[in-house]
Protein backbone atom coordinates (compact mmCIF):
# COMPACT_ATOMS: atom_id res chain seq x y z
CA UNK A 1 0.00 0.00 0.00
CA UNK A 2 1.72 3.31 -1.16
CA UNK A 3 2.75 5.85 1.56
CA UNK A 4 0.54 8.95 2.43
CA UNK A 5 -2.84 8.93 3.00
CA UNK A 6 -4.97 5.61 2.67
CA UNK A 7 -8.44 5.74 1.77
CA UNK A 8 -9.84 3.56 5.38
CA UNK A 9 -12.96 1.66 5.60
CA UNK A 10 -14.07 0.75 9.41
CA UNK A 11 -16.88 -1.19 9.85
CA UNK A 12 -17.95 -1.39 13.47
CA UNK A 13 -18.64 1.46 15.73
CA UNK A 14 -18.41 -0.18 18.93
CA UNK A 15 -16.03 1.99 21.68
CA UNK A 16 -13.11 -0.05 19.95
CA UNK A 17 -14.35 0.61 16.30
CA UNK A 18 -14.73 4.30 17.04
CA UNK A 19 -11.25 4.75 18.93
CA UNK A 20 -9.63 3.40 15.19
CA UNK A 21 -11.90 5.61 13.45
CA UNK A 22 -10.33 8.46 15.55
CA UNK A 23 -7.11 7.20 15.27
CA UNK A 24 -7.05 6.72 11.57
CA UNK A 25 -8.92 10.54 11.07
CA UNK A 26 -5.77 11.84 13.35
CA UNK A 27 -3.50 10.35 10.89
CA UNK A 28 -4.98 12.06 8.04
CA UNK A 29 -6.31 9.10 6.31
CA UNK A 30 -9.56 9.58 4.67
CA UNK A 31 -12.00 7.16 6.77
CA UNK A 32 -15.23 5.71 5.67
CA UNK A 33 -17.60 4.30 8.30
CA UNK A 34 -20.47 1.94 8.37
CA UNK A 35 -22.54 0.36 11.48
CA UNK A 36 -25.37 -2.14 11.47
CA UNK A 37 -27.53 0.63 13.93
CA UNK A 38 -27.12 3.95 12.00
CA UNK A 39 -26.82 6.98 13.84
CA UNK A 40 -23.74 6.46 15.95
CA UNK A 41 -21.27 8.01 13.40
CA UNK A 42 -22.45 11.82 13.80
CA UNK A 43 -19.39 13.09 16.04
CA UNK A 44 -16.75 10.94 13.47
CA UNK A 45 -18.56 12.77 10.75
CA UNK A 46 -18.25 16.00 11.98
CA UNK A 47 -14.28 15.11 12.25
CA UNK A 48 -14.18 14.38 8.54
CA UNK A 49 -15.42 10.47 8.18
CA UNK A 50 -17.97 9.88 5.53
CA UNK A 51 -20.63 7.67 7.05
CA UNK A 52 -21.58 5.05 4.23
CA UNK A 53 -25.36 3.51 3.66
CA UNK A 54 -24.21 -0.07 3.35
CA UNK A 55 -21.42 -2.23 3.46
CA UNK A 56 -21.18 -2.19 -0.32
CA UNK A 57 -20.69 1.35 -0.42
CA UNK A 58 -18.42 1.39 2.81
CA UNK A 59 -16.03 -1.35 1.33
CA UNK A 60 -16.52 0.59 -2.37
CA UNK A 61 -15.08 3.54 -1.14
CA UNK A 62 -11.95 2.30 1.24
CA UNK A 63 -8.53 0.30 0.46
CA UNK A 64 -7.87 -0.87 3.84
CA UNK A 65 -11.00 -2.65 5.40
CA UNK A 66 -11.07 -2.65 9.08
CA UNK A 67 -13.32 -4.41 10.79
CA UNK A 68 -14.21 -4.65 14.39
CA UNK A 69 -17.53 -5.90 15.36
CA UNK A 70 -18.69 -7.95 18.33
CA UNK A 71 -17.85 -11.62 17.26
CA UNK A 72 -17.13 -13.74 14.20
CA UNK A 73 -21.07 -14.29 13.42
CA UNK A 74 -21.10 -10.69 13.32
CA UNK A 75 -18.15 -9.95 11.00
CA UNK A 76 -19.67 -12.91 8.37
CA UNK A 77 -22.94 -11.53 8.71
CA UNK A 78 -21.55 -7.69 7.55
CA UNK A 79 -19.17 -9.04 5.09
CA UNK A 80 -21.82 -11.19 2.97
CA UNK A 81 -23.12 -8.02 2.24
CA UNK A 82 -20.21 -6.82 0.98
CA UNK A 83 -19.15 -6.66 -2.91
CA UNK A 84 -18.38 -10.01 -4.86
CA UNK A 85 -15.02 -8.13 -6.04
CA UNK A 86 -12.44 -6.12 -3.71
CA UNK A 87 -9.67 -5.56 -6.13
CA UNK A 88 -7.21 -4.88 -4.61
CA UNK A 89 -8.26 -3.89 -0.82
CA UNK A 90 -7.17 -5.32 2.28
CA UNK A 91 -9.42 -6.91 4.97
CA UNK A 92 -7.75 -6.53 8.64
CA UNK A 93 -10.30 -8.13 10.93
CA UNK A 94 -9.39 -6.80 14.33
CA UNK A 95 -12.89 -8.65 15.49
CA UNK A 96 -11.93 -11.04 19.29
CA UNK A 97 -12.27 -14.88 18.28
CA UNK A 98 -10.98 -18.09 18.34
CA UNK A 99 -8.03 -19.68 16.40
CA UNK A 100 -10.30 -21.71 14.56
CA UNK A 101 -12.56 -19.03 13.51
CA UNK A 102 -10.00 -16.65 12.28
CA UNK A 103 -8.43 -19.67 9.70
CA UNK A 104 -12.13 -19.80 8.75
CA UNK A 105 -11.96 -16.36 8.19
CA UNK A 106 -8.65 -16.26 6.30
CA UNK A 107 -10.23 -19.48 3.82
CA UNK A 108 -13.28 -16.84 3.20
CA UNK A 109 -10.90 -14.33 2.15
CA UNK A 110 -8.59 -16.01 0.09
CA UNK A 111 -11.88 -17.93 -1.95
CA UNK A 112 -12.34 -14.36 -2.88
CA UNK A 113 -8.64 -13.43 -3.39
CA UNK A 114 -8.64 -10.87 -0.55
CA UNK A 115 -5.84 -10.32 1.16
CA UNK A 116 -6.37 -11.41 4.62
CA UNK A 117 -5.02 -10.16 8.03
CA UNK A 118 -6.31 -11.35 11.17
CA UNK A 119 -5.36 -8.87 14.60
CA UNK A 120 -5.69 -9.15 18.15
CA UNK A 121 -5.93 -5.62 20.02
CA UNK A 122 -4.11 -6.14 23.69
CA UNK A 123 -4.89 -2.50 24.85
CA UNK A 124 -8.15 -0.62 25.96
CA UNK A 125 -10.03 1.68 23.57
CA UNK A 126 -8.27 5.02 25.43
CA UNK A 127 -4.91 3.54 24.27
CA UNK A 128 -5.77 3.44 20.30
CA UNK A 129 -3.50 5.91 19.03
CA UNK A 130 -0.78 6.25 21.73
CA UNK A 131 2.57 4.78 21.98
CA UNK A 132 0.53 2.27 24.49
CA UNK A 133 -1.13 0.40 22.09
CA UNK A 134 -0.33 -3.19 21.57
CA UNK A 135 -1.83 -4.78 18.03
CA UNK A 136 -0.65 -8.62 17.53
CA UNK A 137 -1.57 -9.25 13.58
CA UNK A 138 -1.08 -13.07 11.54
CA UNK A 139 -1.40 -13.43 8.12
CA UNK A 140 0.58 -13.30 5.11
CA UNK A 141 3.77 -11.00 5.10
CA UNK A 142 3.08 -9.30 2.12
CA UNK A 143 -0.21 -8.35 3.48
CA UNK A 144 1.32 -7.16 6.44
CA UNK A 145 3.77 -5.03 4.96
CA UNK A 146 0.85 -3.73 2.71
CA UNK A 147 -1.32 -2.42 5.91
CA UNK A 148 1.23 -1.61 7.65
CA UNK A 149 1.94 2.09 6.86
CA UNK A 150 -1.84 2.90 7.45
CA UNK A 151 -2.15 0.26 10.89
CA UNK A 152 0.37 2.32 11.89
CA UNK A 153 -2.37 5.26 13.01
CA UNK A 154 -3.03 2.67 15.47
CA UNK A 155 0.01 3.56 17.14
CA UNK A 156 2.13 1.63 19.79
CA UNK A 157 3.35 -1.92 19.22
CA UNK A 158 2.41 -3.99 16.34
CA UNK A 159 3.88 -7.71 16.21
CA UNK A 160 3.70 -9.91 12.94
CA UNK A 161 3.42 -13.57 14.81
CA UNK A 162 3.70 -15.05 10.81
CA UNK A 163 1.96 -16.26 8.32
CA UNK A 164 -0.82 -18.51 9.78
CA UNK A 165 -3.88 -16.84 10.65
CA UNK A 166 -4.99 -17.89 13.80
CA UNK A 167 -1.93 -17.25 15.71
CA UNK A 168 -2.84 -13.67 16.94
CA UNK A 169 -6.28 -15.40 17.98
CA UNK A 170 -4.45 -18.06 19.80
CA UNK A 171 -2.23 -15.51 21.65
CA UNK A 172 -5.16 -13.15 22.61
CA UNK A 173 -7.10 -16.13 23.48
CA UNK A 174 -4.70 -17.67 26.33
CA UNK A 175 -4.34 -13.99 27.84
CA UNK A 176 -8.15 -13.48 28.14
CA UNK A 177 -7.34 -16.79 30.30
CA UNK A 178 -5.80 -14.61 32.34
CA UNK A 179 -7.92 -11.70 32.36
CA UNK A 180 -10.83 -13.58 33.08
CA UNK A 181 -9.96 -15.54 35.86
CA UNK A 182 -7.95 -13.29 37.35
CA UNK A 183 -11.02 -10.75 37.27
CA UNK A 184 -13.48 -13.30 38.57
CA UNK A 185 -10.78 -14.27 41.56
CA UNK A 186 -10.64 -10.81 42.60
CA UNK A 187 -14.67 -10.26 42.51
CA UNK A 188 -14.78 -13.51 44.35
CA UNK A 189 -12.23 -12.41 46.77
CA UNK A 190 -13.92 -9.24 47.64
CA UNK A 191 -17.09 -12.09 48.52
CA UNK A 192 -15.17 -13.92 50.55
CA UNK A 193 -13.99 -10.82 52.24
CA UNK A 194 -16.78 -9.32 53.05
CA UNK A 195 -18.90 -11.99 53.94
CA UNK A 196 -16.15 -12.24 57.07
CA UNK A 197 -16.60 -8.80 57.25
CA UNK A 198 -13.60 -7.16 56.27
CA UNK A 199 -14.05 -3.73 54.54
CA UNK A 200 -13.25 -3.46 50.37
CA UNK A 201 -11.08 -0.97 51.34
CA UNK A 202 -8.92 -2.64 54.05
CA UNK A 203 -8.53 -5.68 52.01
CA UNK A 204 -7.62 -3.60 48.53
CA UNK A 205 -4.45 -2.59 50.48
CA UNK A 206 -2.69 -6.37 50.82
CA UNK A 207 -5.13 -7.97 47.93
CA UNK A 208 -2.81 -5.26 45.39
CA UNK A 209 0.35 -6.86 46.55
CA UNK A 210 -0.73 -10.39 45.50
CA UNK A 211 -0.64 -8.40 41.82
CA UNK A 212 3.17 -7.62 42.39
CA UNK A 213 4.06 -11.10 42.71
CA UNK A 214 2.73 -11.93 39.45
CA UNK A 215 5.04 -10.58 36.74
CA UNK A 216 8.44 -12.37 38.10
CA UNK A 217 6.22 -15.52 38.06
CA UNK A 218 5.13 -15.54 35.02
CA UNK A 219 8.40 -15.50 33.95
CA UNK A 220 9.88 -18.24 36.29
CA UNK A 221 6.92 -20.20 34.99
CA UNK A 222 7.80 -20.23 31.37
CA UNK A 223 11.63 -20.91 32.66
CA UNK A 224 10.40 -24.03 34.59
CA UNK A 225 7.67 -24.87 31.57
CA UNK A 226 10.46 -24.57 28.74
CA UNK A 227 12.89 -26.51 30.42
CA UNK A 228 10.38 -29.51 32.23
CA UNK A 229 12.31 -28.75 35.47
CA UNK A 230 9.69 -27.94 38.38
CA UNK A 231 11.71 -27.48 41.36
CA UNK A 232 9.39 -27.06 44.12
CA UNK A 233 11.81 -25.13 46.37
CA UNK A 234 9.46 -21.97 46.59
CA UNK A 235 6.15 -23.55 47.67
CA UNK A 236 4.92 -26.86 46.26
CA UNK A 237 1.75 -28.23 44.87
CA UNK A 238 1.07 -30.29 47.94
CA UNK A 239 0.80 -27.34 50.07
CA UNK A 240 -0.87 -25.23 47.40
CA UNK A 241 -3.44 -28.00 47.80
CA UNK A 242 -3.90 -27.48 51.70
CA UNK A 243 -3.93 -23.79 50.58
CA UNK A 244 -6.87 -23.96 48.30
CA UNK A 245 -8.94 -26.19 50.67
CA UNK A 246 -9.25 -23.87 53.12
CA UNK A 247 -10.21 -21.05 50.81
CA UNK A 248 -12.94 -23.45 49.79
CA UNK A 249 -14.36 -24.08 52.90
CA UNK A 250 -14.57 -20.54 53.89
CA UNK A 251 -16.31 -19.67 51.24
CA UNK A 252 -18.80 -22.99 51.29
CA UNK A 253 -19.57 -21.69 54.82
CA UNK A 254 -20.90 -18.14 53.84
CA UNK A 255 -22.78 -19.79 50.96
CA UNK A 256 -20.61 -18.98 48.77
CA UNK A 257 -20.24 -20.70 45.31
CA UNK A 258 -16.72 -22.01 45.04
CA UNK A 259 -16.64 -23.71 41.62
CA UNK A 260 -13.81 -22.29 40.06
CA UNK A 261 -11.57 -23.55 43.31
CA UNK A 262 -13.30 -26.56 43.65
CA UNK A 263 -12.07 -27.05 39.70
CA UNK A 264 -8.52 -25.78 40.29
CA UNK A 265 -8.46 -28.54 43.39
CA UNK A 266 -9.15 -31.40 40.83
CA UNK A 267 -6.17 -30.75 39.16
CA UNK A 268 -3.96 -30.19 41.94
CA UNK A 269 -5.57 -33.69 43.49
CA UNK A 270 -4.57 -35.57 39.78
CA UNK A 271 -0.83 -33.94 40.38
CA UNK A 272 -0.78 -35.25 43.50
CA UNK A 273 -1.90 -38.70 42.91
CA UNK A 274 0.14 -38.59 39.67
CA UNK A 275 3.23 -37.96 42.11
CA UNK A 276 3.96 -34.13 41.53
CA UNK A 277 2.43 -32.70 44.98
CA UNK A 278 6.41 -31.72 45.86
CA UNK A 279 7.14 -29.94 42.83
CA UNK A 280 6.16 -26.47 41.92
CA UNK A 281 3.33 -25.08 40.81
CA UNK A 282 4.07 -24.81 36.96
CA UNK A 283 3.90 -28.86 37.05
CA UNK A 284 -0.09 -28.20 37.16
CA UNK A 285 0.34 -27.18 33.05
CA UNK A 286 1.58 -30.64 32.14
CA UNK A 287 -1.67 -32.02 34.18
CA UNK A 288 -3.56 -29.33 32.83
CA UNK A 289 -3.36 -31.11 29.39
CA UNK A 290 -4.82 -34.07 30.36
CA UNK A 291 -7.53 -32.86 32.65
CA UNK A 292 -10.39 -32.04 29.96
CA UNK A 293 -10.42 -36.10 28.96
CA UNK A 294 -12.35 -38.20 30.64
N1 LIG B 1 -13.36 -2.17 23.98
C1 LIG B 1 -12.13 -2.58 24.26
O1 LIG B 1 -11.46 -2.06 25.16
C2 LIG B 1 -11.53 -3.70 23.46
C3 LIG B 1 -10.19 -4.06 23.72
C4 LIG B 1 -9.60 -5.07 22.95
C5 LIG B 1 -10.35 -5.73 21.98
N2 LIG B 1 -11.64 -5.36 21.78
C6 LIG B 1 -12.41 -6.10 20.76
O2 LIG B 1 -12.89 -5.21 19.76
C7 LIG B 1 -14.11 -5.73 19.23
C8 LIG B 1 -15.16 -4.62 19.26
O3 LIG B 1 -15.32 -4.24 20.60
P1 LIG B 1 -16.10 -2.94 21.03
O4 LIG B 1 -15.57 -2.51 22.33
O5 LIG B 1 -16.10 -1.95 19.92
O6 LIG B 1 -17.63 -3.37 21.29
P2 LIG B 1 -18.49 -4.68 21.06
O7 LIG B 1 -19.69 -4.51 21.89
O8 LIG B 1 -17.67 -5.93 21.27
O9 LIG B 1 -18.91 -4.60 19.51
C9 LIG B 1 -19.82 -3.62 19.12
C10 LIG B 1 -19.94 -3.60 17.62
O10 LIG B 1 -20.40 -4.88 17.12
C11 LIG B 1 -21.56 -4.60 16.30
N3 LIG B 1 -22.41 -5.77 16.21
C12 LIG B 1 -22.88 -6.54 17.23
N4 LIG B 1 -23.62 -7.55 16.73
C13 LIG B 1 -23.63 -7.40 15.35
C14 LIG B 1 -24.21 -8.13 14.28
N5 LIG B 1 -24.90 -9.25 14.49
N6 LIG B 1 -24.00 -7.70 13.00
C15 LIG B 1 -23.26 -6.57 12.77
N7 LIG B 1 -22.68 -5.83 13.77
C16 LIG B 1 -22.85 -6.26 15.03
C17 LIG B 1 -22.20 -3.43 16.99
O11 LIG B 1 -23.16 -2.84 16.13
P3 LIG B 1 -24.44 -2.12 16.76
O12 LIG B 1 -23.99 -0.74 17.15
O13 LIG B 1 -25.41 -2.16 15.66
O14 LIG B 1 -24.89 -2.94 17.96
C18 LIG B 1 -20.96 -2.56 17.19
O15 LIG B 1 -20.52 -2.00 15.98
C19 LIG B 1 -14.52 -6.93 20.10
O16 LIG B 1 -14.18 -8.13 19.44
C20 LIG B 1 -13.67 -6.73 21.34
O17 LIG B 1 -13.36 -7.96 22.00
C21 LIG B 1 -12.25 -4.36 22.47
Given at each position: MHTGPTPVTVIGLGPMGRALVSAFLDARHPVTV???????A?????????????????????RL?????????????????????????????????????????SRWASSRRIGYLDGAILTPTQAIGTPSATVLFSGARDVYEAAREPMGAVGGTAVHLGDEPGRASAYEVALLDI????????????????????????????????????????????QQIQSGHYPGD????????????????TCLSHGIGAGMLTAARSVIDRAVADGHGPEGLARLTTVLHESGRP
Open positions: WNRTPGKADLVERGAVAADSVQDAVGAGIVVCLIDYEAVRAALAQSPAEWGDRLLVNLTSGEPAQARQMFATSVYGIVHAFALASAEGIAPERFATFATGIGGLLPDMVRRFARSTIASAASGITHAIN
